[in-house]
């Protein structure tokens, strides 16, 4: 009769042995195993135990992969979802954002090509005041000719008057000498009146003669130095006119600087201005394309996301797969072992 004394604890040894080495744990192999020590009926009891605590884990891993499976799809859903929600969140933020800076960019191109429209205007108005003024200086550089040569016409008319004057004064002084020497002849004529009193007459009708032709001839000086007098007149008016003229040249000219001045400066501010929105276009360019960036991150992420998606619904069908593959064998397994510790139980009995 065999001995006594086996626990459930070595028939469960003796069990993962058999198993381990690929061999049916049936209720012979199991008692060979211990040494042909242990009642069959012990075994066979502590077998059955075993198989049902084998049985009641298998259950309750097959129901946790059927809760983490459930859990698993809830949870891949719920991804799914708020991840296709963040993608059209992102997507129409982004076309709002894109449809702002390419308005954005839109004003700017047509503030840019007014504000370069209002610089060739301004340039061609600079261009024209510029021609403007430089004809205006060629005709102050004729005015000043002008005036230069009038004023030595008049420097010449009156250095031509002083020497009317000089032959005047000439004139006068020989006229004043003759009157003189008639005088003188006169009075020496009273002595000699009568020796010399045809010769006298004859001298002095000489003298008239010569008086008249002097007195003519002073006539017509006088009338020259009258003349000339007029011309210096209408000279001296003449170089008025031309220096008012001046003046008034000398007017437009700096009123056209002064507009020339204000001309380049709202060229010179349009230029900013130009700079500014240029630097602006610049910054928008440099928005849209970090926002591209941030387009294209939001892409990697969502598909990150889709690919954590995907791993996950991959993983979560191959615990279903292993969990629909495992309970089916483990039951069979369970079961041969019943029905071959039955048959193990009944040949004792029949002994």
């Known amino acids: 009769m065999a001995r006594g004394g086996i626990s459930k604890a070595l028939v469960m040894q003796a069990r993962q042995a058999l198993l381990a080495r ?22 066979h009891r502590y077998l059955k135990e075993l198989e049902e605590s084998e049985v009641g884990q298998t259950e309750n891993a097959a129901s946790l992969s059927e809760e983490l499976g459930r859990l698993v799809a809830a949870l891949a859903g719920r991804l799914q979802g708020e991840a296709d929600e963040q993608v059209e969140r992102m997507r129409e933020r982004f076309a709002e954002e894109r449809t702002r800076l390419e308005e954005q960019l839109r004003l700017a191109e047509e503030r840019g090509q007014q504000l370069e429209a209002g610089v060739a205007a301004l340039t061609e108005q600079l261009q024209g005041e510029s021609d403007s003024h430089r004809q205006a200086r060629e005709r102050l550089q004729q005015l000043e000719v002008e005036q230069a040569r009038l004023l030595q016409a008049n420097q010449d008319q009156a250095m031509r008057l002083r020497e009317r004057d000089e032959q005047i004064r000439s004139l006068e002084e020989k ?7 008639l005088e003188h002849y006169r009075q020496a ?24 032709q002097l007195q003519q001839t002073l006539i017509l000086k006088q009338d020259e130095v009258t003349q000339l007098n007029r011309a210096n007149e209408r000279l001296a008016s003449e170089n008025g006119y031309r220096a008012k003229e001046l003046g008034e040249q000398h007017d437009r000219l700096e009123r056209q600087a002064g507009e020339l001045a ?3 400066n709202e060229l010179a501010q349009s230029q900013a201005a130009r700079e500014v929105l240029l ?13 591209k960036a941030a387009l294209a991150t939001q892409r990697q992420e969502t598909q990150a996301l889709h690919i954590g998606l995907a791993a996950a ?9 292993a969990a629909a593959s495992m309970a089916p064998g483990e039951v069979s397994a369970g079961e041969s072992e019943t029905q071959t510790s039955d048959t193990a139980a009944k040949r004792p009995e029949e002994a």
């Open 189 to 212: 004529s009273k002595e000699q009146r009568e020796q010399e009193q045809r010769r006298h007459e004859a001298q002095m009708q000489q003298l008239q003669m010569e008086l008249r």
């Open 279 to 291: 630097e602006r276009l610049g910054l928008l360019q440099s928005e849209t394309t970090e926002l």
């Open 313 to 321: 619904t991959t993983e979560v069908q191959l615990l279903r797969q």
């Open 22 to 43: 690929g061999e049916h744990p049936s209720i012979d192999a199991v008692r060979i195993e211990l040494g042909n020590t242990g009642s069959k009926t012990t075994i």
């Open 175 to 181: 006229h004043r000498h003759s009157r003189d020497a």
């Open 262 to 264: 204000m001309l380049r």
